[in-house]
């Protein structure tokens, strides 16, 4: 279910809800979420593009990594770049909306028998070549879970015929991720399985997907610069497999903090080292993404805090919902502390990240309700404060509603 909104930033977005049901909205939004943070990093409006491009190079690696790192197996392909594709369209997507992002598959005409791919990008590249390899090769791609990849190279590759045939995307985007996945999936994931995972990503033209990796530390050194520790922000986040939980403001401390998430397994709070750790992972995912050519959307700022702030910051309109430890605080987007959270955590964020202009704010979870916003009464209502929060308007902005 996709919406769009004319989207304004500087006061930030309002998001409550009185009960947790199974709807969320998830603001992509392709501007950065705070003006001020934007502006001080030298990033402009006209910077921002909707697809990322990526290079033939990265797709040569993924080829290689995919074909048993065989490089001579990659070498089959030859892959080229273009800004348009001029064959023949196919008839599937001839007869159908279409966006401009393509792939066109056909022969050298050299002699080499080797095949030509032409994408508008990275992920056309690596969608291209999966397709041959699916339909003349009999491959298969998967996640390593459910089988991963069927690859056996032929003795002989299978030739394509004659002429060269075009497949144009229906949509312009391919969207992955849930906000709650990287908890359901990806807790432990390392550096091997996030490879994995993203070589099949492009394998399956996926072309913008979440980056939520990391973000922990982001938020460590934010909040520090508004008086909270590392030992109380370790304390207040959940454990790694309940991660998306604390991030969605639905519950805090649980598996982390000194809590145990059953009888017979103890439980420490996030650690400096960890956070850390995480930080450097998600900084190789974003270069591999990036190479690649699929857009990573980054979590932004929506005004989960950690309850001490309320204790630090008397005057600042938070919310508390919960009991004992297991608060969660709501930080009103209308209070200037809000502004300056989010100043220094856009701040922090491209500056240990960058960015692709594209930002994810998961706002309605269990939030109580914060004093002057709106409960969320429906499924698909949408706060005025969502619609227009303050300073410059951006009509740009892509707003999705993902609902299960």
């Known amino acids: 279910m996709l919406g769009k909104v004319s989207v304004r930033c500087n006061r930030g977005i309002c998001f409550s809800s009185t009960v947790f049901v199974r709807f969320f909205v998830s603001l992509l939004v392709l501007f950065p979420q705070?003006?001020?943070?934007?502006?001080?990093?030298?990033?402009t409006k006209a910077t921002v593009s909707?697809?990322?491009?990526?290079?033939?190079?990265?797709?040569?690696?993924?080829?290689?990594?995919?074909?048993?790192?065989?490089?001579?197996?990659?070498?089959?392909?030859?892959?080229?770049?273009?800004?348009?594709?001029?064959?023949?369209?196919?008839?599937?997507?001839?007869?159908?909306?279409?966006?401009h992002l393509c792939f066109t598959i056909g022969p050298t005409n050299d002699g080499s028998g080797r095949v030509k791919i032409q994408g508008t990008s990275g992920v056309e590249?690596?969608?291209?070549?999966?397709?041959?390899?699916?339909?003349?090769?009999?491959?298969?791609f998967s996640w390593q879970r459910t089988g991963g990849n069927q690859v056996s190279l032929p003795d002989q590759w299978p030739p394509v015929g004659h002429t060269s045939k075009t497949v144009f995307r229906r949509t312009e985007y391919s969207y992955f991720q849930n906000v709650v996945e990287s908890s359901y999936s990806f807790a432990f994931y390392g550096w091997s399985e996030w490879e994995y995972l993203i070589d099949w990503q492009a394998l399956?033209?996926?072309?913008?997907?979440?980056?939520?990796?990391?973000?922990?530390?982001v938020y460590r050194k934010t909040f520090n610069?508004?008086?909270?520790?590392?030992?109380?922000?370790?304390?207040?986040?959940?454990?790694?497999?309940?991660?998306?939980?604390?991030?969605?403001?639905?519950?805090?401390?649980?598996?982390?903090?000194?809590?145990?998430?059953?009888?017979?397994?103890?439980?420490?709070?996030?650690?400096?080292?960890?956070?850390?750790?995480?930080?450097?992972?998600?900084?190789?995912?974003?270069?591999?993404?990036?190479?690649?050519?699929?857009?990573?959307?980054?979590?932004?700022?929506?005004?989960?805090?950690?309850?001490?702030?309320?204790?630090?910051?008397?005057?600042?309109?938070?919310?508390?919902?919960?009991?004992?430890?297991?608060?969660?605080?709501?930080?009103?987007?209308?209070?200037?502390?809000f502004g300056h959270i989010a100043d220094r955590y856009m701040t922090t964020l491209l500056g240990d990240y960058g960015t692709d202009h594209w930002y994810?704010?998961?706002?309605?979870?269990?939030?109580?309700?914060?004093?002057?916003?709106?409960?969320?009464?429906?499924?698909?209502?949408?706060p005025p404060q969502t619609q227009d929060t303050g300073c410059l308007p951006m009509p740009s902005a892509r707003p999705s509603i993902p609902v299960w």
């Open 34 to 43: 705070r003006c001020h943070a934007h502006q001080n990093i030298g990033l």
């Open 50 to 99: 909707l697809v990322g491009r990526g290079s033939v190079g990265a797709i040569y690696e993924l080829l290689t990594r995919v074909l048993q790192n065989n490089s001579t197996a990659a070498s089959h392909f030859l892959l080229e770049m273009v800004d348009t594709c001029s064959a023949e369209e196919d008839s599937f997507s001839s007869e159908l909306r279409r966006s």
């Open 125 to 140: 590249l690596a969608r291209g070549a999966a397709t041959y390899l699916r339909q003349y090769c009999n491959m298969s």
């Open 204 to 217: 399956s033209g996926i072309n913008l997907a979440l980056a939520y990796t990391g973000q922990e530390e």
């Open 225 to 337: 610069a508004f008086g909270v520790n590392n030992s109380q922000f370790g304390n207040w986040s959940n454990g790694p497999a309940w991660l998306a939980w604390s991030r969605g403001q639905s519950m805090h401390g649980v598996g982390s903090g000194g809590e145990a998430v059953s009888p017979n397994k103890a439980s420490v709070s996030l650690t400096l080292t960890w956070m850390r750790a995480q930080a450097d992972l998600q900084r190789k995912i974003l270069a591999r993404m990036r190479a690649i050519g699929i857009v990573a959307i980054l979590p932004a700022f929506q005004g989960n805090v950690p309850p001490v702030l309320k204790t630090l910051h008397p005057t600042a309109n938070i919310s508390l919902q919960g009991t004992g430890r297991h608060y969660a605080a709501w930080l009103d987007a209308t209070d200037p502390l």
């Open 360 to 382: 994810e704010a998961d706002g309605y979870f269990t939030a109580g309700r914060p004093r002057g916003c709106p409960s969320l009464e429906a499924p698909g209502t949408m």
